[in-house]
């Protein structure tokens, strides 16, 4: 607005500087002066915009550094959060780690193996195929403990647990039952087959050394080996293989009982 009038005024005064400059008027001389006045009012006003101009500008350019800022205030905020995510993931993934590893060995506990089991032998169901199932137990152990202590017990059962997972092939399954018994899933392995893998197991049992801090001590294990029968429960097969383990301990240990094909209806 102040431009405006400003112009106007320049103009006119410039029209009536002239006029008296061509008349020879006596008012040519404050004209002028009041000329040179109004165009440094010009100026002064121009630059009073340029720097409002300015302020303007820095007034913009604030709120978008404001804004910048608190974009990175909310990608922060959204990485921890990513973060806490990923934390609360590898958690849970420990948690449930927890609930299916037996902390000594590292192998499958019960409840993994009865989850592998049951979808192990409900496929062999399905498909018509052959799976073994054969419980092994250590001989004697309770006399590693007694001469050695509980911490060499537990070394013994951890590299036995090394033994078992190097000795199966990949579709095997093995896992600590409890104690110092172990159970093995063989998935399309027949009782023949399955003989094979455990004859392998038990030689690697018997090749092994514990270090019990006053020599090298070795041990023995029995098996009970058990094929499924069309339509068994898992813990039919179970049972069965149990009964035959108990039959290798009661036959002199070391060795590898079959489980009698009837045993599951006698639940002995
Ligand atoms: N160190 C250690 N010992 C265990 C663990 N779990 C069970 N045991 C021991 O394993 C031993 C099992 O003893 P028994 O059931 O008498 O069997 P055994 O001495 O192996 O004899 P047989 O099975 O008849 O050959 C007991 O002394 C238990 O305390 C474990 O996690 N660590």
Same mark, same amino acid.
């Given at each position: 607005m102040s431009? &405006?009038? #400003?112009?106007?005024?320049? &103009?006119?005064?410039?029209?009536?500087?002239?006029?008296?400059?061509?008349? #020879?008027?006596?008012?040519?001389?404050?004209?002028?002066?009041?000329l040179q006045l109004c165009r440094e009012q010009q100026h002064r006003i121009e630059r009073m915009l340029r720097i409002a101009d300015g302020f303007n500008a820095?007034?913009? #350019?604030?709120?978008?550094?404001?804004?910048?800022r608190q974009r990175s205030r909310l990608e922060k905020v959204a @990485?921890?959060?990513d973060r806490y995510q990923e934390l609360m993931h590898e958690q849970n993934l420990h948690l449930s780690q927890a609930s299916s590893v037996d902390p000594l060995t590292g192998l499958a506990n019960r409840r993994q193996i009865?989850? &592998?089991l049951g979808d192990e032998l409900a496929r062999a169901h399905r498909r018509g195929?052959?799976?073994?199932v054969a419980m092994l137990d250590v001989d004697h152990f309770k006399q590693i403990n007694d001469s050695f202590g509980h911490a060499v017990g537990d070394r013994a059962l951890t590299s036995l647990a090394q033994v078992l997972k190097a000795s199966l092939r990949e579709q095997d399954f093995c896992g600590r039952w409890g104690g110092e018994e172990f159970v093995l899933v063989l998935p399309g392995s027949t009782t023949a087959g399955a003989r094979t893998t455990l004859?392998? &197991?038990l030689s690697a049992i018997r090749q092994l050394e514990v270090d019990t801090g006053q020599g090298l001590v070795r041990m023995t294990a029995s098996a009970g080996l058990a094929q499924r029968l069309p339509a068994e429960a898992a813990q039919d097969l179970v049972r069965r293989a149990d009964i035959?383990?108990?039959m290798a301990k009661r036959n002199g240990?070391? @060795?590898?009982?079959?489980?009698?094909e009837a045993a599951a209806a006698s639940g002995a």
């Amino acid at each position: 607005m102040s431009k &405006v009038h #400003g112009d106007e005024l320049l &103009v006119k005064l410039e029209a009536l500087a002239d006029l008296a400059e061509h008349d #020879g008027n006596p008012l040519q001389e404050p004209l002028r002066q009041a000329l040179q006045l109004c165009r440094e009012q010009q100026h002064r006003i121009e630059r009073m915009l340029r720097i409002a101009d300015g302020f303007n500008a820095a007034a913009l #350019g604030h709120s978008t550094s404001a804004l910048r800022r608190q974009r990175s205030r909310l990608e922060k905020v959204a @990485r921890i959060a990513d973060r806490y995510q990923e934390l609360m993931h590898e958690q849970n993934l420990h948690l449930s780690q927890a609930s299916s590893v037996d902390p000594l060995t590292g192998l499958a506990n019960r409840r993994q193996i009865d989850a &592998v089991l049951g979808d192990e032998l409900a496929r062999a169901h399905r498909r018509g195929q052959a799976l073994c199932v054969a419980m092994l137990d250590v001989d004697h152990f309770k006399q590693i403990n007694d001469s050695f202590g509980h911490a060499v017990g537990d070394r013994a059962l951890t590299s036995l647990a090394q033994v078992l997972k190097a000795s199966l092939r990949e579709q095997d399954f093995c896992g600590r039952w409890g104690g110092e018994e172990f159970v093995l899933v063989l998935p399309g392995s027949t009782t023949a087959g399955a003989r094979t893998t455990l004859e392998r &197991v038990l030689s690697a049992i018997r090749q092994l050394e514990v270090d019990t801090g006053q020599g090298l001590v070795r041990m023995t294990a029995s098996a009970g080996l058990a094929q499924r029968l069309p339509a068994e429960a898992a813990q039919d097969l179970v049972r069965r293989a149990d009964i035959a383990l108990l039959m290798a301990k009661r036959n002199g240990r070391d @060795r590898i009982e079959l489980a009698p094909e009837a045993a599951a209806a006698s639940g002995a």
